[in-house]
């Protein structure tokens, strides 16, 4: 069983960064798919960015704004949200997908305009 424990969240302006951590209690290494995914106010979770072995995709509307990273080393996941804006407000989740299949408590991203 792996742990996931988000953090980095918080309030920013329009225009703004933030980079969300993703630390696993174990080790990482044999996980080869992990993701990103964000829940809004009133709305579904959505995945916004994963990485899968080398391959990496993200939604259209963070492509070129987010850049999701991992450190195996640290056993960490990473989520760097650039130009935020306020439809980028929501809880963020870190995912392993299965067979690990666990999720973050989550963390709070905030854009005011």
């Known amino acids: 069983q792996v742990q996931l424990v988000e953090s980095g969240g918080g309030l920013v302006q329009t225009g703004g960064a933030l980079r969300l951590s993703c630390v696993a209690s174990?080790?990482?290494?044999?996980?080869?798919?992990m993701a990103w995914y964000r829940q809004a106010p009133g709305k579904q979770r959505e995945l916004v960015a994963n990485?899968?072995?080398?391959?990496?995709k993200y939604i259209d509307s963070v492509e070129g704004r987010f850049v999701i990273s991992r450190d195996n080393a640290k056993n960490a996941l990473y989520l760097q949200l650039n130009d935020l804006k306020p439809e980028d407000t929501g809880v963020y989740y870190c995912h392993t997908y299965p067979p690990f299949n666990s999720w973050g408590q989550g963390t709070q991203v905030t854009v005011s305009p």
């Open positions: 990485m899968i072995g080398n391959n990496i």
């Open positions: 174990g080790n990482i290494d044999g996980i080869d798919a």
